[in-house]
């Protein structure tokens, strides 16, 4: 389906969505309601925007349920192969993965809050062109015993045959609040560091700036191979719920549990490490550091 104007669906009640190829769509206010069934996949997708270009989803609800172990199971939102998508407003509860981009082309994703994810709140691969800003991403609940590499931002490059490019990651809130710690802004650059790719696959225009990190675990802002990187503008501090059950014995880890800045990988092209707050701040060339920087110091 492809509609010159948009057409808008405002104010739908579903259990599950999925869009596949088409052009010209506005979800307005919609609530995606999802119950766990018995036997569903953890992968199982509930909102799945599948080759569409001008799609756009602005101040919605995906509500998902807790799965067998009670946590947040599923996937929330899943967009695959798109172009000029947004999503706006849009509040994200209770799944594995709050949302994930795979293969997109002029990407917005702006002021949604997401929370009481059990893994991953927003996940990004071969992307280009696209912005995250104003988004409040808070309080994981996870089980205690899960071995889930738990990330609040992640953009990763495994099997990908182009790089992500011209990211933007601004003014986003990353709070661990009363929830389970997490990684907060990730990239690493598997292409790169594991399967042997060069130049070509580092990623392309990275500005991360202005965003406010609350959380206890050390990678704060890691980013791997880059060509143009900017990290301007950023605070953060460790902070730590203790009563969680995730958090159980977190505490004593010591410098692990101390976000700090990781700019310590291959670059090329400008790098600009500018008016950051950090307990720790790791540059791999002096030259990057342009000033402004405050090392708070770890505390633990």
């Known amino acids: 389906l492809t509609f010159a104007d948009p057409v808008t669906i405002k104010g739908a009640t579903i259990k599950a969505l999925v869009v596949n190829s088409c052009e010209g769509i506005i979800f307005d206010g919609c609530h995606i309601d999802y119950d766990y069934q018995p036997g569903q996949p953890t992968h199982y997708t509930v909102a799945n925007i599948n080759g569409g270009k001008r799609v756009t989803m602005k ?49 917005r994703v702006a002021d949604n809050n997401i929370t009481d994810i059990s893994g991953d709140s927003m996940a990004f691969s071969l992307c280009k062109d696209i912005v995250i800003e104003g988004n409040y991403v808070h309080d994981f ?27 933007t990651i601004r003014n986003n809130i990353f709070d661990i609040g009363e929830g389970a710690w997490t990684q907060s802004i990730f990239m690493r650059n598997e292409a790169v560091d594991a399967d042997g790719r060069g130049p070509e696959m580092f990623y392309q225009n990275v500005v991360i700036e202005g965003n406010t990190i ?37 505490g004593g880890r010591g410098s692990v549990t101390v976000p700090g800045i990781f700019a310590t990988s291959t670059y090329t092209g400008e790098v600009v490490i500018q008016n950051n707050t950090a307990p720790r701040i790791a540059i791999g060339d002096p030259a990057w550091d342009k000033g402004g920087n405050t090392v708070t110091g770890t505390g633990a």
């Not at 199971?73 to 709050?98: H, K, M, N, W």
């Not at 996870?142 to 990211?167: C, G, R, V, Y």
């Not at 050390?218 to 501090?237: A, F, K, Q």
């Open 59 to 107: 101040d919605c609800r995906i509500t998902g349920s807790g799965g067998p172990d009670g946590y947040g199971y599923g996937f929330g939102l899943v967009a695959d192969y798109c172009e000029d998508f947004e999503v706006s407003g849009t509040e994200i509860r209770t799944f594995q993965r709050g949302l994930m981009i795979r293969v997109g082309t002029n990407i």
């Open 141 to 167: 609940r996870s089980d205690p015993a899960s071995e889930f590499h738990k990330d609040m931002l992640q953009f990763w490059s495994k099997d990908d045959t182009q790089p992500s490019e011209n990211i």
């Open 214 to 250: 609350k959380n206890a675990h050390l990678h704060g802002i890691t980013v791997g191979e880059t060509n143009g990187l900017t990290i301007r503008g950023n605070v953060l501090e460790r902070k730590l719920n203790p009563n969680n059950p995730a958090n159980a014995g977190w």
